[in-house]
C-alpha cells in the first residue's frame, strides 16, 4: 500500500523551500513531479494555492511510505468518525494516522512553518490511501488541537483537515 500526505498552502502563489534542515522532503506542485488530484478530493484540488507532498526516499522510491502508517488493527468502535459519516463501506477507509516517533519533530515544524506561508494563516491536510474515495472536509482546527488529536490516534487517514493557527 502506498501513502501521500497532502498539504495545501490556501492562497499561497509561490512555493516555499523549508528554511530547517529536515528528514522529511517536501516537494511542490510548481517545481516536482507531483500533481493535485484529477478527479477525487475536488474542494481540496480545486482550491487555490500550492500543494505539496511530504515524502522519503527509500529504496529508490519517494513517499510517505516511510513516515508514517496507519493503525489497520484499531477497534472499530475506538475510532471517532465524523458523525455525519453513516455509510460503513466509507468508515472501513478511515483509520488512524501514525506518524513515526522519528519523524513527529519535523512533520510537526513542517505544518507550522506551512501555516505562516498562508495569506491567510490556513492550510488543508490530507493523509491518503488507495480507497476511501468519498470526500470528507473536517475543519477548522487550530494548529495545536490537531497535533493533539493525532497524538491520541483521533486524525484519520482519509479525511481533509482545515488547520489554521487561529
Known amino acids: ?10 492562497n499561497q502563489e509561490e512555493p516555499s523551500v523549508l528554511p530547517f534542515p529536515s528528514l522529511i522532503q517536501m ?4 517545481d516536482d513531479e507531483i ?6 478530493w475536488r474542494y481540496m484540488t480545486q482550491s487555490k494555492g500550492i500543494w505539496y507532498s511530504l515524502v522519503k526516499e527509500r529504496n529508490g522510491m519517494v513517499n510517505a511510505f516511510p513516515i508514517c502508517d496507519s493503525d489497520f488493527e484499531a477497534d472499530e468502535g475506538s475510532i471517532e468518525i465524523p458523525y455525519w459519516v453513516a455509510d460503513d463501506s466509507i468508515k ?5 494516522l501514525i506518524i513515526y516517533e522519528e519523524y513527529r519533530t519535523d512533520f510537526e515544524k513542517i505544518i507550522k512553518f506551512l501555516i ?20 470528507i472536509v473536517c475543519g477548522i482546527l487550530k494548529y495545536k488541537e490537531f497535533m493533539k488529536l493525532l497524538s491520541q490516534s483521533k486524525i484519520l487517514f482519509n479525511i481533509c483537515y482545515i488547520i489554521s493557527n487561529y
Open 1 to 10: 500500500m502506498s501513502y501521500d500526505l497532502n498539504i495545501l498552502v490556501q
Open 27 to 30: 516537494m511542490n506542485e510548481r
Open 35 to 40: 500533481a493535485r488530484y484529477h478527479s477525487i
Open 92 to 96: 472501513y477507509n478511515l483509520t488512524p
Open 116 to 135: 505562516k506561508q498562508s495569506p491567510n494563516r490556513t492550510v488543508m491536510f490530507l493523509a491518503r490511501y488507495q480507497g476511501g474515495e468519498h470526500e
